[in-house]
């Protein structure tokens, strides 16, 4: 309880005593780490992916890029890290250590093997040294070793085969995480379901080319002279994770729960995957930007935000938003309206003027003695670009208009030809 609010969830049958995780990756690399993290607020791990000591993991160097955009640092990451390059051992001893002085946080422990053999010896591992559930490492796109991650991923009859390896072996909830390159995600989450999977994570990185050095023309991450292409994650990516825990949760046939991760900073973040579908939520970039401390604001915010909605327990919000999702030819299209001016806030800065006069109605003049926009009503498109550009909160908003209105046709100027 936080604030009189129940902040726990239940997934695949344990408790979560809130749905904050750290996901799979530098964030949760040991126990040293991890425990610092669950002090912090955070109340389960996916531990960074464990392999056998079958192939040694040897991560390229630098290993990660970032992309800012203007003033704007980290917008998104791009990395090209491997999975743990720590021995199996030096890994069970920490899962160990972990459950034993932090009895009442979920240990997700992420494997990736890179034959059937392997993935059942890492779950026997695993289990055997206290993990509370597996995560199925069918995702990383940028894998140095053949045939693993996000290409076992694309191939569902794999993602199967090694799902159903595991639940073999072990007796623990298994939870398959998916790649988000892919245009169906259901289809390798429903054959992660015929394996034996209890639950769905994602998204893992989005493959991706974030630049190119314009001096030497090596594209990012510039590893001593050669580029990939590569796993691409941080606020940048949020939509795309949004949009892939939304289409498994309407989906009746699979019918598991979600730990939904991609782009997740603040509290609203973690609001916004739970209405869409997620029970938990991960994090990797945020935590690479901010550090642990941003569970406080997690916590802290949404619980003022239950308090506010006169909500008492957090499980009440999962899927919420899902019945207001439609395909787009459910959208009332005889309901129309216009942007609304307030110019009483107007600055005389223009942008609105220029970009509806370039991408928008050209429902604007420009009073150039004034320096105000004069708004041509029955031009407006309602497109808001005007409102994305103006610089002023709250100066132009959307305005629905009586059925009665109609928009003026744009004039052609063909005529003259
Ligand atoms: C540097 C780095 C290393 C990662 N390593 C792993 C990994 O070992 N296993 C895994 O399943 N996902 C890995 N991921 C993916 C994250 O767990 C997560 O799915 C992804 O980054 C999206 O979340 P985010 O936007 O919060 O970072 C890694 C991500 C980053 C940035």
């Given at each position: 309880m936080s604030d009189g609010v129940d902040l726990s969830v239940e997934f695949c049958g344990l408790r979560f005593k809130n749905p904050f995780m750290l996901s799979s990756s530098p964030v949760a690399n040991s126990a040293e780490m991890v425990g610092r993290a669950f002090d912090a607020g955070w109340g389960g791990v996916a531990y960074k992916s464990v392999v056998t000591d079958n192939i040694p993991i040897i991560h390229p160097s630098p290993r990660m890029k970032e992309y800012d955009y203007g003033e704007k640092k980290l917008v998104g990451l791009q990395n090209v890290e491997q999975t743990s390059d720590?021995?199996?051992?030096?890994?069970?001893?920490?899962?160990?250590?972990?459950?034993?002085?932090?009895?009442?946080?979920?240990?997700?422990?992420?494997?990736?093997?890179?034959?059937?053999?392997?993935?059942?010896?890492?779950?026997?591992?695993?289990t055997d040294a206290g993990a509370d559930m597996l995560e199925l490492n069918f995702s990383c796109p940028h894998m140095t070793v053949e045939g693993s991650g996000a290409k076992v991923g694309q191939v569902q009859e794999l993602v199967q085969k090694f799902t159903e390896t595991v639940n073999d072996v072990t007796e623990i909830p298994l939870v398959a995480k998916m790649t988000p390159n892919i245009t169906d995600i259901n289809i390798p989450a429903l054959y992660a379901k015929k394996g034996?999977?209890?639950?769905?994570?994602?998204?893992?990185?989005?493959?991706?080319?974030?630049?190119?050095?314009?001096?030497?023309?090596?594209?990012?991450?510039?590893?001593?002279?050669?580029?990939?292409?590569?796993?691409?994650?941080?606020?940048?990516?949020?939509?795309?994770?949004?949009?892939?825990?939304?289409?498994?949760?309407?989906?009746?046939?699979?019918?598991?729960?979600?730990?939904?991760?991609?782009?997740?900073?603040?509290?609203?973040?973690?609001?916004?995957?739970?209405?869409?579908?997620?029970?938990?939520?991960?994090?990797?970039?945020?935590?690479?930007?901010?550090?642990?401390?941003?569970?406080?604001?997690?916590?802290?915010?949404?619980?003022?935000?239950?308090?506010?909605?006169?909500?008492?327990?957090?499980?009440?919000?999962?899927?919420?938003?899902?019945?207001?999702?439609?395909?787009?030819?459910?959208?009332?299209?005889?309901?129309?309206?216009?942007?609304?001016?307030?110019?009483?806030?107007?600055?005389?800065?223009?942008?609105?003027?220029?970009?509806?006069?370039?991408?928008?109605?050209?429902?604007?003049?420009?009073?150039?003695?004034?320096?105000?926009?004069?708004?041509?009503?029955?031009?407006?498109?309602?497109?808001?670009?005007c409102k994305f550009v103006c610089p002023v909160d709250g100066l132009i908003s959307f305005k629905e208009m009586p059925s009665s209105w109609k928009r003026r046709e744009t004039v052609t100027l063909g005529d003259d030809i």
């Open positions: 720590r021995g199996l051992e030096a890994n069970m001893k920490d899962i160990r250590y972990l459950k034993k002085h932090w009895p009442d946080h979920i240990i997700l422990v992420s494997i990736m093997g890179f034959s059937n053999q392997e993935w059942a010896d890492l779950a026997i591992a695993c034996g999977a209890d639950a769905i994570s994602a998204i893992n990185t989005v493959m991706a080319l974030p630049g190119v050095n314009i001096d030497t023309w090596v594209p990012d991450p510039d590893v001593f002279g050669k580029g990939s292409l590569s796993g691409y994650s941080g606020p940048a990516v949020k939509p795309i994770g949004l949009r892939f825990i939304a289409e498994m949760a309407l989906n009746k046939d699979l019918g598991l729960p979600i730990s939904g991760m991609g782009g997740i900073e603040t509290w609203i973040d973690v609001l916004e995957y739970l209405l869409v579908g997620a029970t938990t939520v991960q994090v990797t970039t945020g935590i690479i930007h901010y550090g642990y401390r941003i569970v406080e604001d997690m916590e802290e915010g949404l619980s003022d935000y239950m308090v506010s909605k006169d909500i008492s327990r957090v499980s009440d919000l999962i899927g919420k938003a899902l019945p207001n999702l439609h395909e787009t030819d459910k959208f009332d299209l005889s309901r129309q309206g216009i942007a609304e001016y307030d110019l009483e806030k107007c600055i005389g800065c223009g942008q609105c003027y220029i970009v509806c006069t370039d991408a928008g109605g050209q429902a604007l003049e420009w009073d150039e003695v004034k320096r105000r926009p004069k708004p041509i009503e029955d031009k407006c498109l309602s497109c808001m670009v």
